[in-house]
Structure formats: C-alpha cells, structure tokens
Nanobody, 121 residues
Framework: QVQLVESGGGSVQAGGSLRVSCAVS????????VAWFRQAPGKEREFVAA????????AYADSVKGRFTISRDNAKSTVYLQMNSLKAEDTAVYYC??????????????WGQGTQVTVAS
C-alpha cells in the first residue's frame, strides 16, 4: 500500500507563488510516477502535471505550462509542485496521485486527500 499526504496549500494573491508537496510512503518511491490533479467547486477533476519515476519526464496541462513546475526528491520520497503567476482560476483542491505508469489521465492507483489552494483576485 502507498500513502500520499499533500501539504503546503493556502491562500495567496493573484500573481503570487505557492509550493505544494506530496509525501509518499509505504513502497519504493522511486518505482512510482506521480501526478497532480485539481478540482474546483462545481467542476470535474483535471490533470495538472506529472513526473516519471526517475524524474526524467514531465508533462503539464496547457493551462499551467510555463507557470507550474513539478519535481521530485527521491531521497525524501516527496514530489513538489511549484506554482508561480497564480490566477484566480487556479483555485481548487489539489490532489497528488501515484502509479506505476506516468499518464495524463486519472489511471493512478493511489491518491492523497488533497490540499486547498485559494487565489484571491
């Protein structure tokens, strides 16, 4: 079993920055790809970014490309999402997910509980 715990969410003004973290435990972290998804009130969950198990490959949604950066520290079993130039439309609950294969879809096996990110305009 793999457990994921998100942290670092909060409130920020538009144009500001925030970094959310996903701590992974329970299995060999370096075997898993990890992704971030988000869900805004009244909307479906959407893909944000993903990183391969080695960190060699990344993928981003068009809406965050150039503003968000996903990274991982395998020694700390943690994945980060650095969010810059935040917009009001980035407001959502952010979830991290882990699986054996990196994908932009929701086919990840393990999910965290989410962390709220609120961007005030």
């Amino acid at each position: 079993q793999v457990q994921l715990v998100e942290s670092g969410g909060g409130s920020v003004q538009a144009g500001g920055s925030l970094r959310v973290s996903c701590a992974v435990s329970g299995r060999t972290f370096s075997n898993y790809a990890v992704a971030w998804f988000r869900q805004a009130p009244g909307k479906e969950r959407e893909f944000v970014a993903a990183i391969s198990s080695t960190g060699s490959f990344t993928a981003y949604a068009d809406s965050v490309k150039g503003r968000f950066t996903i990274s991982r520290d395998n020694a700390k079993s943690t994945v980060y999402l650095q969010m810059n130039s935040l917009k009001a439309e980035d407001t959502a609950v952010y979830y991290c997910a882990a699986g054996r294969k990196m994908t932009v879809g929701s086919q990840y096996t393990y999910w965290g509980q989410g962390t709220q990110v609120t961007v005030a305009s």
